[in-house]
């Protein structure tokens, strides 16, 4: 006899946010150990705690091995194996860092010690090979000598009484912050020994670029002499420009640029294991700025060539060598899914090496490889594999939370969009969907645009939390998509939102097409590029189509948007700037149609939003009330362009379900058994 199938709930938002998450895996030098991040967040005290674990790639238990920190991240072995070391912001023996710090431990346990003392803080790091010292990246005072200067710099800055920022760079801050004001991004060199600290780049214009893009942006030789790194070479460093190859000596303080040409975008160095070839990223921007990057190698007499002359997918950093220097690893996306990729350098080969979901991360030593992957079905897992044999799973932190949960089923589809083209759309349907009745229909439109929905899953836009109050989530990955190659992506240059709505709308018309779909229960959400959309949407389709919008943090007037940290970038992206060429900028602004402007919206934003400023919300929230649209604002004083905070994000969920309730929707399903319908993907 077999015994009733216990009921399950649906995924809420208390639950999504008991979900721990894994980082970035980190393997030692012998495969025998990974170590990951793991963050823990916690609803009732509104934060979010990281600590280091330790797990054997032989599948036995793991162990938690920071126990103090509440922020460790960024863990690396060093070269031997005997140590790790990661950054944190801890207090010890009365010392409280007011800056990240470096941090050893040994993987056998016991208490972490500071290495560094250093006022500025540490961004990112990398060993040098012998275990004795370590690069570091930093934000440093120009024409200081030494870290003692630095530090007595940084000390009088943190007690000054006034607070405003003054500058006259281009490039002064970065999506929720300022650029450290008279300071640029250094690469130092710590003594671990004797806590010594130099600046590798210390009276030079050398700077690394504000993006922070951590130690990704730079590499240290095998043999521990020199250290490779991307930078802007122009005298006003600017987001938008190109960046070029060199390589500093350690001892002679050289410098030699590797890779600089005109037409292409350089990043991502990766020594090979003899130290002969250096690996990186090539886009050639000359052609299009938004160019796919693709590998690149370069020799030591500085020669490069960019590989692959027929692949059109977007190669990813960070770059892996395998350990006899034959084959390159790298991430790169393609068609709604993020594959680990293995590229044969010689051949112009690639093959996928580890199949998405959507891999977050991975690391190479020897022939061990670890990988940090979800799926539209599950949070992040920590896998592990020697050469040739079947991954292992090497945690099982959400299986008993997950037990207990039921997920609704999730389906790739496809239609005809614009141009003629097919277009891929996700859809994700409730717990126990019965095609025999209708169902209200949400579109979740995703941002960038040059990025994608994907089989991934996603916490501040997750598809099953909205699937929970009834509704069929959808998905599309319009023209402009990363993952569909080059000409997919370049298609709405000079014309966004035009492509972009077409597809939408033909996968409206391809959902009212099924049995199951409620014509009078049909929404639009998106966010950033997505809020831009619906906003777009609400001036250009015909009130009625849909019972309402939810836009966040969206582009709602271009030419305000110029005050947006990416303002570089944007005019290459409409093809034209405000003050040389104005209709064909107001031709692609949601804010030029807001007389058609009737269905409506939900208007949330954050405050610390530099992407795209909150201008926009308010000024689209404040239109639609003038011109008498229902409408309803929430707004952060303390989010960037995401909404990150445990309570924060629980309030979004709660306004954007409330909201299509009061138009016409599902009102959210509390978290009650329900009979279980064990999620599963297809595809048709």
Sequence with gaps: MHKPRSRARTLDVDTLYRIERLGTPALSPDGRHVVCTLTTPSLAENSADNSLWLFPTDAAKPRRLTQCGGKDGQPAWSPRGDLLAFVARREVAGKKDATPQLYLIAPGGGEARRISDFGPGICSFKWLP?????????????????????????????????????????????????????????????????????????????????????NETYDVHPGGQRIAFSHDPEAEPVLANRCVLSELDLKSRKLR???????????????????????????????????????????????????????????????????????????????????LWRADPEAERCSVAHEGGWVQGYDVAGDTLAVVADSALHPARLFARQGDAAPRRLERFNDALLKAVALGEVREVSCTGALGEPVQMWLTFPVGFDARRKHPLLHVIHGGPFSASGDTFSVRYNAHVFAAAGYVVAQVNYHGSSGFGFAFRDSLIGRQGELELQDIEAATDWLLQQRWADPRRVFASGGSYGGFLVAWMNGHVPAGRYQAYVCHAGVFDRIATFSADSYPTRPKDLAARYWDDLPRVLAQSPHAFAGRMQTPTLVTHGAMDYRVPDCNGLAYYNTLKARGVDARLLWFPDENHWVLKPRNSQQWYGEFLSWLARHGGRAPRSSAALSPMAGRRTKS
């Design 130 to 214: 012998d275990g004795k010292r370590i690069v570091f990246a930093a934000w440093v005072w120009l024409g200081l000598k030494g870290a003692a200067a630095q530090n007595k710099a940084h000390k009088a800055f943190s007690e000054r009484k006034e607070s405003g920022y003054a500058t006259s760079q281009a490039w002064y801050r970065y999506w929720d912050h300022n650029v450290p004001m008279g300071r640029v991004l250094h690469l130092l060199l710590l003594d671990i020994a004797r806590g010594r600290i130099v600046d590798l780049f210390e009276d030079t214009r050398l700077e690394l670029v504000r993006d922070e893009g951590g």
């Design 257 to 339: 640029r590797l890779a600089d040409d005109a037409d292409w975008d350089f990043g991502a160095p990766r020594y090979s294991p003899d130290g002969r070839r250096l690996a990186a990223t090539a886009a050639n921007v000359g052609r299009k700025h938004t160019a796919l990057p693709q590998l690149a190698l370069i020799d030591g007499r500085s020669r490069w060539c960019a590989l692959g002359a027929d692949w059109d997918l977007a190669v990813d950093a960070p770059l892996r060598w395998s350990a006899d220097g034959r084959s390159l690893w790298f991430t790169a996306e393609q068609r709604g899914r993020r594959h």
